[in-house]
């Protein structure tokens, strides 16, 4: 079984910083993808950045050159710095982690509880 616990959400003005955090934890053989997704009230679910395993990332283009996405591979851990903040990244940020728990196989999609952005103007 594994967990994923995010941390780091809350209430910022704009143009402020917040720095995300999402450890996995349980049966863990590989840990692929990482990455952060969000939903905004009455929108749908939308990718915010990505990490391969080799650490090719990939950004939306509504947050390139504010977000940052990196991860610790010894704590199991993704992170994303968010500066230069804006109302409209106000949201749910859910982490998503691809993880492999006994080899042979493919990894599995793992979602976090979501934790609430809120940019105020």
């Known amino acids: 079984q594994v967990q994923l616990v995010e941390s780091g959400g809350g209430l910022v003005q704009a143009g402020g910083s917040l720095r995300l955090s999402c450890a996995a934890s349980g049966s863990i053989f590989v840990i692929n993808a990482m990455g952060w997704y969000r939903q905004a009230p009455g929108k749908q679910r939308d990718l915010v950045a990505a990490i391969t395993g080799g650490g090719s990332t990939n950004y939306a283009d509504s947050v390139k050159g504010r977000f940052t996405l990196s991860r610790d591979n010894a704590k199991n851990t993704v992170y994303l710095q968010m500066n230069s903040l804006k109302p409209e990244d106000t949201a749910v940020y859910y982490c998503?982690?691809?993880?492999?728990?006994?080899?042979?196989?493919?990894?599995?999609?793992?979602w976090g509880k979501g934790t609430l952005v809120t940019v105020s103007s």
């Open positions: 998503n982690i691809n993880i492999m728990t006994q080899p042979p196989g493919i990894g599995m999609d793992y």
